[in-house]
């Protein structure tokens, strides 16, 4: 079982930056595509961001290119998702999501997911 802990959600001013980080346990990252989803309230949980396993392809929902960077550093089985420019409607809780040997494209069912982290935006 894959456990996976987000963390540096929080309350910034519409403009503001944040980087999101999840720690993923074992010893088998480097084979894990993964992903970043939000879900904001009465909303539909939608893929943000997503890397493959390889690292060498990534995704961005339209609305974040541009604003969102995703990137990984296996020595420390962390993925990160780097926020310039928040937004009022970037509001919504974040999830990280991974799966063996996934690419990154919005297809993707990943099978291990972590409880989430909020990131409030305010305009």
């Known amino acids: 079982q894959v456990r996976l802990v987000e963390s540096g959600g929080g309350l910034v001013q519409a403009g503001g930056s944040l980087r999101l980080s999840c720690v993923a346990s074992g010893r088998t990252f480097s084979t894990y595509g993964l992903g970043w989803f939000r879900q904001a309230p009465g909303k539909e949980r939608e893929l943000v961001a997503a890397i493959s396993w390889s690292g060498g392809n990534t995704y961005y929902v339209d609305s974040g290119k541009g604003r969102f960077t995703i990137s990984r550093d296996n020595a420390k089985n962390t993925v990160y998702l780097r926020m310039n420019g928040l937004k009022s409607e970037d509001t919504a809780v974040y999830y990280c999501?991974?799966?063996?040997?996934?690419?990154?494209?919005?297809?993707?069912?990943?099978?291990?997911w972590g409880q989430g982290t909020q990131v409030t935006v305010s305009s």
């Open positions: 999501a991974a799966d063996h040997f996934v690419g990154a494209t919005p297809t993707v069912e990943y099978a291990y």
